[in-house]
């Protein structure tokens, strides 16, 4: 069967008050859809997206050069396979690719949103997806899905509506972050709010725009999605010319490889959502936020779950999923784990893999 | 005895040819030493320092709110004895603390060097300390010694000048950067560089500052320079306040540590030593540059080395000071490793540590 994609824009008018205490009167969530789904609405699948995510998961439109981010994953006959399951990605609120966030316009002032465009969680997410649930008359999600910043909407899933999540797959995520991811997402945001284009937040209404400082945050990241092992295959210490400049322009191949990563990723991302993004992953603390209650309310899901990690992966590293499957297991919940080997580093989890694949594969195929 | 700590520049009068071909007709070296040179001028020790380091090793002024930078391993009874030693500590040429470099007036036109002065690398510092080494009137180190970019010094002081060097202690080092090592100098170039005050580098005739983008420079470095696990130890997901702001402020104790750790940077450093130091860094790799000559070179030393990791230092890992230990068994030299527990990461090379200590001062005790 084709992938049958389609993409649509749910407006949502249910009010949504937000972890921060703010609130939401409406706001739209873009997203696609992939496959059908059954007579019996019972095989939609939700697909979370990561930091620099969206809604274009799978497929590839006219005239563009690249398929959606997961389309080794997502399709006829792959792992997230198509031909069974209806498959919906949204751009997560807060986005900048057609979800309302910073980069809209506000209706009721007529301007953009910018600064005043409020931090939401991870937890958030989850509130609006499941207003994009009802809005797609769907009654539960056969399985929630997400790696990194995904893998944590996937887990908030399964504490927040036990009854609506049937099964759940946690790739490449932690259950919170260390001081040193912290640390990496503070020197990110610094990097674009030190940007005097950023204008505090402001930039579109200025028009200007904070490339410089997106782009660093943007080279900052790919090293840390990357593993040295495979920066090592990858570029080595591989001169761009054969001899040595003696100056400050592009000396060796990474170099060459980080400022292009920052130049492009500028032309199509919006730094508000950046920081929003990176916020949210450090606020992730089910565990310290729920506390006590966690327990109680583990023992309302049914769900299964799969966590998956990568073993060169050291942004959130196999040790850290663990404790996911720790969490799960001391509650008794039925959980697989799997280590895979790569030497892909954090990125893994969006790379052709066969055990990775066969992996998920394997988990799909027996969903109930 | 009293450490008899004495500041001093030399002035240089031997034209030096730089690696990048450029030429410095005279530079000043400012250096510290501590201890008496003995009659026979037998005990004199080299300490090479690192990245953001400067001349000012051990021993406090006046007024000044910290000791040296390795005030702990040097001094009368420490491991670095300066009841037995005679210790020169050189600001190495481009630093920004007293010798020739960037910030410093070009005689020559008048105006800051900024901009024009030349890259420099671990061979051209050698060379410049052998010219110290002339104009101290000393015939020899009895042991030169550095952490990180020290420790590759020490290493060239090695193969380049055999007959001069009779102990060899390199600390937290590597025989060259990794494609990642090399990837977060870029990135913190980067930040320099795009900082619209840096001007070119022409910043001081300018009079402005690319404090912002060095400040940056700098919160990466020190993620580098901690271990995930001293991080963990020191803050963890402490917040600053006991509620969340959801704002872009300060949330987490790690974040204000960063903070502060790049503005105090900022006071005290400049930004073109900063890029320099790291490109010196990034080029050093003595294997590929010497080729087949590296044997012969080796051949000639009669050195003793001693080289020392930390666990945690993910910076340069063990197995990196391990390479530097094959090169030297591989030909032959004597060679004590020590892989010290420490959780402290690379900074680990500058803390207190008692097996570590205990190492350096077993090593330099017996100095012949």
Same mark, same amino acid.
């Given at each position: 069967?084709?992938?049958n994609?389609?993409?649509?824009?749910?407006?949502?008018?249910?009010?949504?008050?937000?972890?921060?205490g703010?609130k939401?009167?409406?706001y739209?969530?873009?997203y696609?859809?992939?496959?059908?789904?059954?007579?019996?609405?019972? *095989?939609? /699948?939700?697909?979370?997206?990561?930091?620099?995510?969206?809604?274009?998961?799978? @497929?590839? !439109?006219?005239? =563009?050069? +690249?398929?959606?981010?997961?389309?080794?994953m997502?399709?006829?006959?792959?792992?997230?396979?198509t031909d069974?399951?209806?498959?919906?990605?949204?751009?997560?609120?807060?986005?900048?690719?057609?979800s309302?966030?910073?980069?809209?316009?506000?209706?009721?002032?007529g301007?953009?949103?910018?600064?005043?465009?409020?931090?939401?969680?991870?937890s958030?997410?989850?509130?609006?997806?499941?207003?994009?649930?009802?809005?797609?008359?769907?009654?539960?999600?056969?399985?929630?899905?997400g790696?990194?910043?995904?893998?944590?909407?996937?887990?908030?899933?399964?504490?927040?509506?036990p009854?609506?999540?049937?099964?759940?797959i946690?790739?490449?995520?932690?259950?919170?972050?260390?001081a040193?991811?912290?640390?990496? *997402?503070? /020197?990110?945001?610094?990097a674009?709010?030190?940007?005097?284009?950023?204008?505090? @937040?402001? !930039?579109?209404? =200025?028009? +200007?725009?904070?490339?410089?400082?997106?782009?660093?945050?943007?080279?900052?990241?790919?090293?840390?999605?990357?593993?040295?092992?495979?920066?090592?295959?990858?570029f080595?210490?591989?001169?761009q010319?054969?001899?040595?400049?003696?100056?400050?322009?592009?000396?060796?191949?990474?170099?060459?490889?980080?400022?292009?990563?920052?130049?492009?990723?500028?032309?199509?991302?919006?730094?508000?959502?950046?920081?929003?993004?990176?916020?949210?992953?450090d606020?992730?603390?089910?565990?310290?936020?729920y506390?006590?209650k966690i327990?109680?309310?583990?023992?309302?899901?049914?769900?299964?779950?799969?966590?998956?990690?990568?073993?060169?992966?050291?942004?959130?590293?196999?040790?850290?999923?663990?404790?996911?499957?720790?969490?799960?297991?001391?509650?008794?919940?039925?959980?697989?784990?799997?280590?895979?080997?790569?030497?892909?580093?954090?990125d893994?989890f969006?790379?052709?893999?066969?055990?990775?694949?066969?992996?998920?594969?394997?988990?799909?195929?027996?969903?109930r």
């Open positions: 069967m084709s992938l994609i389609k993409t649509e824009t749910a407006r949502i008018d249910d009010e949504i008050k937000l972890s921060s703010k939401l009167m409406s739209d969530i873009k696609e859809t992939y496959g059908h789904l059954s007579d019996k609405k019972d *095989n939609a /699948v939700l697909i979370c997206h990561a930091l620099s995510g969206n809604h274009h998961a799978a @497929g590839r !439109y006219k005239g =563009e050069e +690249k398929s959606g981010w997961w389309d080794n997502i399709g006829p006959g792959k792992p997230i396979n069974k399951l209806f498959v919906v990605c949204p751009n997560n609120l807060g986005g900048c690719h057609g309302t966030g910073p980069n809209c316009i506000n209706d009721k002032t301007e953009y949103f910018g600064s005043k465009f409020p931090i939401v969680t991870v958030d997410w989850v509130n609006s997806q499941k207003s994009l649930l009802n809005h797609l008359n769907i009654p539960f999600w056969r399985c929630v899905i790696g990194s910043l995904g893998g944590m909407q996937s887990l908030q899933w399964s504490l927040e509506y009854e609506l999540i049937k099964n759940c946690i790739i490449a995520a932690a259950p919170k972050l260390t040193q991811n912290i640390a990496f *997402n503070e /020197v990110a945001r610094q674009i709010m030190k940007d005097p284009d950023w204008c505090g @937040g402001d !930039y579109l209404k =200025e028009k +200007k725009s904070p490339d410089q400082g997106l782009s660093l945050a943007r080279m900052l990241g790919h090293i840390t999605y990357l593993s040295d092992d495979s920066m090592k295959k990858k080595g210490r591989d001169l010319q054969p001899n040595l400049k003696f100056n400050y322009e592009v000396e060796f191949e990474i170099e060459s490889y980080l400022r292009y990563q920052g130049t492009k990723f500028v032309s199509n991302f919006d730094a508000n959502t950046y920081l929003l993004m990176t916020k949210s992953l606020y992730f603390d089910p565990i310290k936020d506390g006590d327990q109680r309310m583990l023992s309302k899901t049914t769900c299964k779950f799969l966590v998956i990690s990568f073993t060169s992966d050291w942004r959130f590293p196999p040790h850290r999923s663990k404790e996911i499957v720790e969490l799960l297991l001391d509650n008794n919940k039925p959980v697989s784990y799997a280590e895979i080997n790569s030497s892909g580093g954090h893994a969006l790379m052709e893999n066969e055990n990775y694949f066969k992996t998920m594969d394997n988990f799909i195929k027996r969903l």
